[in-house]
């Protein structure tokens, strides 16, 4: 009678006690990622290759969605404001939205699942296939020459991605409020420029989106270098890398929101 | 200093299983040792000690008379520079050929200019074989030719110890034949001296110095390859011979046999 509830409630502190260790371990993981940064600057060649993987290789996806957003918002837009008869202020409504909320919150979602779990399963692989045992048996740091370099290339592509993603968003809005409805050109962009404050929006959805490129990074870094080295346990840890990468930008949006624009 | 490697009673545990029980081993400078065992008697951790991938609960290794488990991470990292390791299944670094793989040592602890890196990277290619495929991909290769390639990268800074752990599994007989050779050409004409972990008896014994058997993670014999092939010790015998059943039972310790199958009681 009492042993069942005696079990579930071991489970339930032995999940505790583990979850509480493994935020301990990717916290020294992601220090030691950081004390060990060096070998990333000083061999600069190393982290650019990253950028190429994390970045580059994700601009299609990055500008085809920011295109369809930004046409969408214009869409919605325009039939929600010529209610009130001012629907020349879509430009205003798209750009907003892209720079404080959807351009780092989409673009960090789709990083975390184009680049993210790339991170990991490349990862996960080479744990798996013994090459990050090789590196430390040469006498290489896997951490300075395998983790770092990607840690880097991943936070400073992230802000360029979503700065990317509110760009050609805001395009897709002018492609469809003023190519296609007719909205005046001058009027959509001139309200855009007056309403648009780049302390305010830009800035914030600037720090917005390093803060998500720190988190997403770190998350798949770790999860694809904790994975169990067999095909289950990659598969697993870059699942894992999505979820817990799309929680983390949801949470930390919530949070940096409320301190940026709680008096506004 | 004769010996290169010493082991004095190390024992080593994951979490409550012990893997190695007082462990006493002496490599001597020069020669070709080989560890030989069932899989899973722990050959390859002892491998793993040796290069101070792992700590021993009890005991010490020495290589090179220092003692490789009180090493602090430079000191480590120094031994391992000397030391070549070559993987089960090569274990090469995926994004690069096979000269990138072999230069990406060199370029790591060296300053030397690319040029030279490159030639002494096609050397140490041509040493095994495959300088007519530096340009290759790890996928594009053989599962031998990678075998060789990692063995070309294992050699790269000329180590005074190269292990070996089970280079024979999964090759066909003629990259069987070609990795054993280069495994003692390379010992001999390097100066170095190896470690091979396998459990490929014929292949070995022909080529090597010394033989420690391990069973259950001690060493139950041991010898030169004449005294092994000789030897009347029951485990050993099993062994050489590829016996089925012997000191090591065939059939696992399980429940009987007609209750797994649920017979008992239809018998009358």
């Given at each position: ?26 916290s020294?993981?992601?220090?030691m990622?950081?004390v ?7 061999r ?19 500008i ?52 993210g ?16 045992s ?11 020459r ?27 809005g ?12 001058g ?33 798949a ?9 067999t ?6 840890a ?27 | ?32 040792v ?5 899989s899973?008697?722990?050959k390859?951790?002892?491998l793993?000690l ?14 090179n ?10 000191a ?18 995926t ?6 793989n ?22 140490k ?16 290769l053989?599962?031998?030719m ?38 003692r050409r ?10 091979v972990?396998?459990?490929?008896v ?30 009347k ?5 099993q ?10 039972p ?11 199958l ?7």
């Amino acid at each position: 009678m009492v042993e069942p509830v005696l079990d579930s409630l071991r489970g339930v502190g032995h999940r505790v006690v583990n979850g509480i260790w493994r935020l301990g371990y990717a916290s020294g993981f992601l220090l030691m990622t950081l004390v060990r940064s060096g070998t990333s600057f000083q061999r600069f060649q190393l982290t650019i290759k990253e950028i190429y993987s994390a970045g580059v290789l994700s601009l299609i996806i990055i500008i085809v969605s920011g295109l369809f957003v930004g046409m969408v918002l214009g869409l919605q837009g325009y039939e929600t404001l010529q209610k009130y008869g001012s629907s020349e202020a879509v430009g205003t409504l798209v750009a907003l939205s892209l720079t404080r909320e959807l351009g780092p919150v989409v673009a960090a979602l789709l990083f975390a699942s184009r680049a993210g779990s790339a991170m990991t399963a490349e990862i996960g692989l080479m744990k798996a296939t013994e090459q990050i045992s090789a590196m430390e048996m040469m006498a290489v740091d896997p951490i300075a020459r395998v983790i770092g370099p990607r840690f880097w290339g991943g936070v400073i592509s992230m802000p360029l991605l979503a700065a990317i993603f509110s760009a050609v968003g805001v395009f897709g809005g002018y492609l469809v409020a003023v190519v296609l409805i007719g909205i005046d050109a001058g009027a959509f962009w001139s309200q855009m420029q007056n309403a648009v404050d780049f302390r305010q929006d830009i800035v914030n959805g600037i720090i917005k989106s390093v803060v998500f490129g720190f988190a997403v990074t770190a998350i798949a870094l770790f999860e694809g270098y904790d994975a169990p080295p067999t095909a289950e346990g990659v598969s697993g840890a870059t699942t894992r890398t999505v979820v817990t990468s799309s929680l983390a930008i949801l949470g930390l949006d919530f949070v940096l929101t409320a301190f940026m624009f709680r008096g506004i | 200093m004769e010996n290169l490697v010493e082991s004095k009673d190390v024992s080593f545990t994951y979490g409550f299983r012990p893997v190695l029980k007082g462990i006493n081993m002496t490599v001597p400078r020069g020669k070709v040792v080989c560890i030989m065992g069932l899989s899973g008697c722990g050959k390859t951790t002892l491998l793993r000690l040796i290069g101070g991938a792992l700590k021993p609960r009890h005991g010490e290794v020495r290589v090179n008379g220092r003692v490789v488990n009180l090493l602090k991470r430079d000191a480590l990292y120094a031994m391992r520079r000397k030391l070549g390791m070559l993987y089960q299944f090569g274990a090469l670094f995926t994004d690069m050929t096979a000269l990138d793989n072999v230069a990406f040592q060199i370029r790591e602890h060296t300053d030397l200019p690319e040029d030279m890196v490159e030639d002494l990277a096609l050397m140490k290619l041509n040493a095994v074989g495959l300088r007519g495929a530096h340009h290759r991909m790890p996928a594009e290769l053989s599962g031998g030719m990678a075998r060789r390639v990692a063995l070309a990268r294992a050699i790269a800074l000329d180590p005074t110890l190269i292990m070996y752990d089970e280079p024979f599994t999964g090759l066909d007989p003629i990259s069987l034949g070609v990795i054993s050779n280069l495994l003692r050409r390379l010992n001999d004409t390097l100066g170095a001296t190896s470690i091979v972990v396998t459990h490929d008896v014929q292949e070995t014994l022909k080529l090597v110095d010394y033989v420690y058997f391990m069973a259950d993670g001690a060493i139950v014999a041991q010898g030169t390859p004449d005294e092994i092939r000789e030897s009347k010790a029951p485990f050993v015998h099993q062994f050489i011979w590829g016996e089925v059943d012997g000191p090591l039972p065939f059939h696992m310790p399980g429940a009987p046999y007609a209750s797994d199958l649920m017979l008992e009681g239809t018998r009358g």
